[in-house]
């Protein structure tokens, strides 16, 4: 059972941002050529997350921030931080959300909800100019169910 990797970048601007990466799943299942199977998007980093969601403006800029707030804010001092890095929250938030997605592949197509995009959630709250992000894609096909 031959498996498909893909990896790429993408650069990130500001905490709890969301960007859109479905398209590039999308066309790492076509470049496959696996017809049924699962994709994992992974991110290797610990204040990133990959989610499964509706990237709609008011959800994704405004009600997702302020849930995170809630549950993980920004203003406590966490452990983490007196290392030197104020970013304790943003890992928090990251392992909450989860690294990665898994969805299942049907006829060489993403297998999503009719609202659910693939978002890669940037959580640190570095200010140092855009960072390069990295996401790797494994695609398992079904068994007995290859390439084609």
Known sequence: MATYRQSFSIETRGEV????????VA???KTSGIRDGIVCVFTP?????IVANERERG????DLPAALERMVPRGVSYAHNQAGDPNGHGHIRAALLGP???IPVADGRLMLGTWQQVLLLELDVRNRGPRGRYRHMLLVPQRGNGHG
């Not at 980093?45 to 997350?49: D, G, M, V």
Request: proline share 0%; hydrophobic share 50%.
């Open 17 to 24: 941002q969301a960007i859109d990466v479905t398209d590039r």
């Open 27 to 29: 066309l790492a299942v």
């Open 45 to 49: 980093h610990s204040t990133a997350a």
């Open 59 to 62: 959800l994704i800029e405004r």
């Open 100 to 102: 990665s997605v898994t």
